[in-house]
């Protein structure tokens, strides 16, 4: 039920607003109230290492005080290029008790994207995890003309050596020995030596602004200064701060492709996170709830979550993505965060768990009277090793009953008691997969599957899944408590208000939106009204209960199942300059990784196909269909290898999971009529995927079949083994060789 005219806000007692506190006085709260010797946990060489959030503040405190004894000025940006642990923590505290606007980057960007960043928030000094990393960017730090430090957060025990061989070009013993010497006496005048490119193009082209001395520190002689400095002043460091001085600005695509700033200040950040923490029922304080975090906090969701488990003095461990599976088994958390894709991935293993139970339980009913047949008879037989055909029965039965599970219903006595038995026989196996003891099952970056959110609620785990932007400071919505319906992403949290437009669109107005995006305001003009509501670009309704609901995209940029943004606007363009594609589309909304639908230009195709000796008569064409029409031509594996190397080209300069990993060639074409096309010539999306929808769910399907994840290959070279021909593999020997451009190192996503 749609009702545009109505203003939504969070049900009563549903949350708290709390304003007027900065990031880092929710730090000394816990300190104060909740005090956690586990505060902080990271594994490392085999154990964990605990931080309480005592020591966790005066960590912070020395950086804070390191920072400013090296000029830097309060607004200044400081870059965080880190993994998500314990070092990021402390480097993004620090900087921000020193009133430092920190600006955190996304590991997976591309260098050049990176650059970028610097160079527009004109960064002043960049915390980085490692060397691997800072060998990798050094070379093109000549784009980062404001850069006067980097601080590097794990070094290596012979430090000393490897940093007079990233500050010297050639480093003589005694050198090093007087450098040993002197390390009690941090250096602070050697420059980071940026190497010379080969190329003159790359140089004149790229790097025609350079910093003339960047100074090389670890994070922990940055403590160390500030443990030097410190006195009675650094207790009282957080007072000097107001709620609405900026924070951070977090880069996102912008619809160009090219990143934009989006501005918080710390009330945005720590308000939000209180919102979302007070409105979570039974949440309990201190180091009784234990929460496992893998996300990336360079991204809003994670982070502001953080600032939240701060707060609460949660006992936190830092996980990743190869070992949380490990991880949860380990820890058993009770609070865990994730996106969509992780919990798709174990709805899959349970459908699949679900189909080999319901054809084993036939297999061992056949088996079992074929047993008891033979021994009745007395002939002896060998004892199977499967499972009695009862214990098949109950997952089976469990399996059915939790997909037809769904949240909100209300449950009569015997479904009680079913969902009770179930839980007891099958659904605790299902719960040990997170530990065993989750309450809160956090899902949030993209939208997730009802039919997923209803069986965890089966089996006892009921996901709380949100919605927000990087623009919101994560959360404006959220299902939680008695307030929770799968396929909706609940309700407002508390704070903020939510309506819906005439044309569908999502708008919210509360004290957690941006101030804008930096050094852009025509974008920020487009995206704050001056009633001051903010437009999400998504298009949303209201059930009849108040809960919201996605059911499309008015932007072009969309996310995928992974939480990251995708901009197709600059890779499509890319495709269309090719006189081969008269219209391209990306899609991939909700799903694991970015695909491109291509309609190619016939005529020029076909003219192409007879320059290389394509005819009716060769023999590449599936017999089933002689004639040489444009449905068969764009079969033909020299073809689908012409449209690979576009794609290829047109991937360069874009983060990996921004790059199109499958393609469908359509010949069809987009136009006003067919309503493919708007008035003013752009692509109807939402029309695109409703004609296409077969298409497009035959490119995920053919995927999945082929045992590939998202995130690797291509479809266009795999097509030419699997369904160009469409009967067997196709040979490509005999096409001729198109000429292709090597990516750069610089236009590629960093190895991290």
């Not at 490990?326 to 349970?350: D, G, N, Q, W």
């Amino acid at each position: 039920m749609l009702l545009s005219h109505k203003t939504y806000r969070a049900p009563p007692n549903s949350g708290k607003v709390i304003l007027g506190q900065s990031v880092p006085s929710l730090l000394d709260e816990a300190c104060l109230r909740y005090p956690n010797s586990h505060a902080l946990n990271q594994w490392i060489e085999g154990d964990w290492k605990s931080l309480s959030n005592q020591e966790f503040r005066t960590a912070t405190q020395e950086v804070t005080l390191g920072l400013l004894s090296l000029q830097l000025n309060k607004g200044e940006r400081i870059a965080l290029l880190m993994h998500s642990d314990i070092n990021f923590c402390i480097a993004d505290m620090g900087s921000l008790l020193a009133g430092l606007v920190n600006v955190p980057i996304d590991l997976t960007q591309t260098i050049e994207h990176i650059l970028f960043i610097l160079r527009h928030a004109e960064v002043k000094a960049l915390f980085i995890s490692n060397l691997e990393l800072l060998y990798q960017v050094v070379p093109y730090l000549r784009k980062a003309p404001d850069l006067k430090m980097v601080i590097v957060a794990d070094v290596p025990s012979d430090w000393h050596v490897k940093r007079q061989q990233l500050t010297c070009q050639q480093s003589s013993n005694e050198q090093i020995n007087t450098l040993k010497n002197e390390i009690e006496e941090i250096p602070s005048n050697l420059c980071l030596f940026i190497p010379e490119f080969h190329s003159q193009e790359l140089l004149d082209n790229l790097f025609s602004e350079f910093p003339q001395c960047i100074q090389l520190f670890s994070l922990e002689e940055i403590r160390r200064i500030g443990q030097t400095l410190n006195s009675e002043n650094s207790q009282q460091l957080c007072s000097l701060l107001a709620a609405n001085d900026l924070a951070t600005l977090i880069y996102i695509p912008g619809i160009t492709g090219k990143p934009q700033g989006v501005m918080l200040t710390h009330e945005n950040l720590s308000a939000n996170a209180l919102a979302m923490f007070t409105g979570i029922p039974n949440l309990k304080f201190g180091a009784q709830e234990i929460v496992l975090s893998f996300l990336p906090l360079t991204h809003v969701f994670a982070r502001v979550l953080l600032y939240g488990h701060i707060n609460y003095g949660h006992s936190v461990y830092f996980s990743n993505p190869n070992q949380v599976t490990k991880h949860l088994r380990e820890i058993r958390p009770t609070i865990f965060a994730t996106v969509p894709l992780f919990l798709e991935k174990i709805y899959s293993k349970i459908l699949e768990q679900g189909s080999k139970t319901s054809q084993k339980l036939k297999l061992n009913w056949r088996s079992f009277h074929e047993q008891r047949l033979a021994n009745s008879e007395g002939v002896k037989t060998k004892k199977l090793k499967l499972l009695s055909p009862l214990s098949y029965s109950i997952l089976n039965w469990a399996f059915n009953f939790a997909q037809n599970y769904e949240l909100g219903q209300k449950r009569q006595l015997r479904h009680i008691l079913m969902l009770q038995l179930a839980n007891r026989l099958v659904f605790s196996q299902w719960q040990a997969v997170f530990g065993g003891r989750l309450k809160y099952l956090i899902s949030g970056g993209a939208a997730l599957k009802a039919e997923i959110a209803n069986l965890f609620a089966a089996a006892g785990m009921r996901i709380l899944q949100g919605y927000g932007l990087t623009e919101t400071s994560s959360a404006l919505a959220c299902n939680r408590g008695k307030f929770n319906r799968a396929g909706t992403v609940g309700v407002a949290i508390a704070g903020v208000e939510i309506t819906i437009a005439e044309d569908g669109e999502i708008l919210t107005r509360s004290p957690y939106i941006t101030q804008g995006y930096y050094k852009n305001p025509d974008a920020t003009q487009q995206l704050i009204d001056s009633d001051g509501w903010l437009h999400t670009g998504d298009l949303g309704e209201f059930t009849s209960e108040g809960f919201l609901k996605i059911i499309g995209l008015k932007k072009s940029r969309f996310k995928l199942s992974t939480g990251k943004y995708v901009t197709p606007l600059p890779i499509e363009s890319k495709l269309k300059t090719s006189p081969f594609v008269a219209n391209a589309v990306a899609v991939g909304s909700e799903r694991k990784f970015c695909a491109m639908l291509i309609f190619p230009n016939i005529d020029v195709l076909q003219s192409y196909a007879l320059s290389i000796g394509i005819s009716p008569e060769d023999t590449s064409f599936p017999a089933s269909l002689p004639q040489w029409s444009p449905e068969v031509l764009l079969k033909h594996p020299c073809i689908i290898s012409l449209y690979q190397a576009l794609v290829d080209e047109a991937n360069c300069h874009l983060p990996y999971w921004s790059t199109v990993k499958q393609f469908q060639l359509i010949n069809a074409t987009l136009t006003i009529e067919n309503g493919m096309l708007t008035p003013n010539q752009q692509v109807n999306r939402t029309k695109v995927a409703q004609v296409f929808a077969q298409e497009i769910e035959t490119i995920y399907k053919d995927k999945e079949r082929r045992g590939k994840h998202g995130d690797g290959g291509t479809q266009g070279r795999e097509d030419m083994k699997t369904r160009g021909r469409g009967d067997g593999e196709m040979d490509i020997s005999s096409c001729p060789v198109i000429p292709t451009v090597s990516c750069p190192a610089f236009a590629q996503s960093l190895n991290s």
